[in-house]
């Protein structure tokens, strides 16, 4: 099975500082310097390419920091404050290089040597001193800018400081360093949607209005490639699929999923024949070629046609391969919902899932709402191993087929809804909630029961009152910090329920 891999982030980093203090305080400049690898350092650990480019203390300093920052195509720059700098010294590099920035407000010690600190042992934790004469001339020039404040979180004390300086378990540190981790996974979320291929196969389900979505705009806002694929494609590599193939993917098959039985409730849920799923395998070894083909990095897809016509039979064997895919990178989305395959790329980019859901039913007694949809599903963020059903038939499509019978495990979840607003620009609609482990129906659908801050009623109307679509991805853990920075990152509108 293809995985797909994620480029790194490429990240730059510099300190900044006021050249007169070097001669007049010695040690000063290294010490800050060692501040600055060791936040270098500590983005590394994050999965980054980080580019550090040393001390800024002077205008052209600037303009040359700004240059070298260009030429290593950064995604993100920590601007981290040092000590007292001239705004005029920075500016320029921003000006220079137009990678979003944020400025890093870390003190180094919790508090000062009262007793004993010297000027210059004061210059070493008053990072804070410049930020808002650095926040006002950005303001002024029309740079955005963004800051994290808190404590280093250096695990030992250097030398020459006069004050505790092992901040590493402090709140205020940890604290600062999620922010600083969310900001390094939004930047990789940009960079691997940029220049990626979603394909788009088929069309969108006749009637949902809120499922269309123009793709010049897609691309301009995400810098996302949509290639327009058409069943004959899929078709074709159908032809050259082998019985080796084909064993090759049945073996998968059964180790992702377990093979269900009939359903006791529902007569259309029934046991897969050895036909569906002979017929799914195949179906999902030619989706694996189409994306190595096409090089493809999420799939939306749809298909309606003449009833009996061989690309009805196609589209019934998509569900198991389409949920293999997902999980393993190449998220995929029914319906033709290229915004929700959006969210479900930015959910995988980040690690955390992305399934494709819609509210299903309200369990009043519970307090609970029951989300999920007739497949695909991540694999990844499964309770337990997913189970298949054979369908008798699609609700509200055409054709029989193999569907996904899942629930999202325990926990707390964000979804995350993407749509488009009056001007046609997208909007990211984001609320954290818990997914329980209530009952659920066995009717061969994903479904997750999920418990909101607020009673149902009144998380429906806050979530319908933002102009959703109606499907939305299903993430794992409390994302909405990390998602907002995503969104800020892309410039795209976005929309908490839970502020």
Avoid at 304 to 321: D, L, R, T
Wanted: charged share 25%; aromatic share 10%; with cysteine.
């Amino acid at each position: 099975m293809i995985t797909k891999k994620y480029k790194k982030p490429r990240i730059g980093v510099y300190s900044m500082g006021l050249k007169h203090y070097w001669s007049q305080f010695e040690g000063l400049k290294e010490r800050l310097i060692g501040y600055g690898e060791f936040i270098s350092k500590k983005i590394e650990g994050f999965d980054a390419e980080v580019y550090y480019y040393g001390m800024v203390d002077h205008e052209n300093e600037g303009m040359r920091a700004g240059e070298y920052f260009n030429s290593k195509n950064v995604d993100l720059i920590f601007a981290h404050s040092a000590t007292y700098v001239t705004s005029a010294s920075i500016l320029p590099l921003h000006q220079v290089c137009k990678a979003p920035a944020v400025i890093l407000n870390l003190q180094p010690t919790a508090k000062i040597n009262y007793d004993e600190t010297t000027t210059g042992e004061w210059l070493a934790h008053c990072g804070a001193c410049p930020v808002p004469e650095i926040s006002n001339a950005f303001q002024r020039s029309g740079i955005k800018f963004r800051s994290v404040s808190g404590l280093l979180g250096a695990e030992h004390t250097p030398q020459i400081s006069l004050a505790n300086e092992m901040t590493n378990n402090r709140t205020e540190a940890v604290t600062a360093w999620k922010k600083i981790e969310d900001w390094v996974d939004a930047a990789r979320v940009k960079r691997n949607l940029r220049n990626a291929c979603f394909g788009f196969l088929g069309n969108t389900y006749s009637g949902m209005l809120d499922m269309y979505s123009d793709f010049t705009k897609f691309q301009s806002q995400t810098g996302t490639h949509i290639e327009i694929l058409e069943m004959c494609d899929l078709a074709d590599i159908i032809q050259k699929i082998n019985e080796s193939d084909v064993q090759k993917k049945r073996k998968e098959i059964e180790d992702f999923f377990v093979i269900g039985e009939a359903s006791a409730a529902d007569p259309l849920a029934g046991k897969p024949t050895e036909e569906q799923l002979i017929w799914s395998a195949k179906i999902a070894a030619a989706q694996e070629k189409l994306v190595e083909e096409k090089n493809l990095d999420a799939i939306t897809y749809y298909y309606h046609g003449a009833p009996g016509n061989y690309y009805e039979k196609i589209q019934s064997g998509f569900i198991v391969g389409h949920s293999l895919l997902t999980a393993n990178g190449i998220p995929c989305a029914g319906e033709g919902d290229l915004k929700t395959c959006l969210a479900m790329k930015i959910a995988d980019i980040l690690g955390i899932g992305g399934s494709f859901s819609e509210i299903v039913t309200v369990d009043y007694d519970d307090g609970t709402i029951l989300m999920g949809h007739d497949g695909p599903f991540h694999l990844k963020i499964a309770k337990e191993k997913p189970v298949l059903r054979g369908m008798g038939l699609y609700h509200g499509k055409s054709g029989a087929g193999i569907s996904v019978e899942a629930k999202v495990r325990s926990g707390p979840i964000t979804n995350i809804g993407c749509t488009q607003t009056v001007d046609g620009m997208l909007k990211l609609i984001i609320t954290e909630a818990t997914a329980t482990d209530g009952k659920i129906m066995k009717i061969g659908n994903t479904q997750t029961p999920v418990k909101f801050k607020h009673d149902p009623d009144t998380y429906m109307e806050e979530w319908f009152a933002e102009g959703p679509t109606h499907h939305f991805a299903m993430s794992i853990g409390r994302n909405a910090e990390k998602i907002k920075k995503v969104a800020d990152l892309m410039e795209i509108s976005c929309v908490s329920l839970d502020e």
